[in-house]
């Protein structure tokens, strides 16, 4: 019995240090991917701006040709919102709205996560011109993980587990705008 009353204060000690910890750990995290395509700004800001081509390079539509797209709005405009119902789980049910563009330079978004887990995640896509035929495309996405689901991150690499599907898709992106 003395054995079990150690073992059990053991265990409460443990998840109270789990829970402390959680109170100092950081909560948000930020992945970026950046891939220089050779074509001109204007050519590749013009395609990324609208919201639909993304089905085009995204890692995530790729995963089931079968998701079920719904669309609000005119696309490359504040406002466009382009959502997906999926039956996979790394697809889930969601939608992506353009919140805000810096004509050439940036396209902002909010991310709305509804299945398998709800959430809501701002990301975006920048380009810079490198040279007169070169574009630097980074796509950024940034997310929450609240008090005491922050514990996670300590087992997650979120750098890893986003920034190589962002990279992916970067990567796609390339391919697909300089044939």
């Given at each position: ?19 402390l ?114 574009t ?18 300590l ?25």
């Amino acid at each position: 019995m003395k054995l079990i009353k150690i073992i059990l204060i053991g265990f409460l000690l443990a998840v109270a240090a789990l829970l402390l910890a959680a109170l100092v750990l950081p909560s948000s995290y930020q992945v970026e991917r950046s891939v220089s395509i050779n074509k001109p700004k204007e050519q590749v800001f013009s395609y990324l701006v609208l919201l639909k081509n993304q089905d085009n390079f995204s890692v995530w539509m790729a995963l089931d040709p079968n998701v079920k797209k719904t669309y609000k709005g005119e696309d490359g405009t504040v406002g466009f919102v382009s959502a997906w119902q999926s039956e996979k789980d790394e697809v889930g049910t969601g939608e992506q709205e353009i919140t805000a563009i810096k004509p050439g330079e940036r396209i902002d978004y909010e991310l709305r996560f509804i299945a398998p887990f709800a959430s809501v995640s701002p990301a975006y896509i920048l380009t810079e011109q490198q040279a007169a035929d070169q574009t630097k495309v980074t796509w950024g996405f940034k997310g929450e993980m609240p008090y005491p689901m922050n514990l996670l991150l300590l087992a997650m690499d979120m750098e890893q587990m986003i920034g190589d599907d962002l990279q992916q898709g970067l990567d796609k992106l390339k391919v697909l705008l300089e044939q």
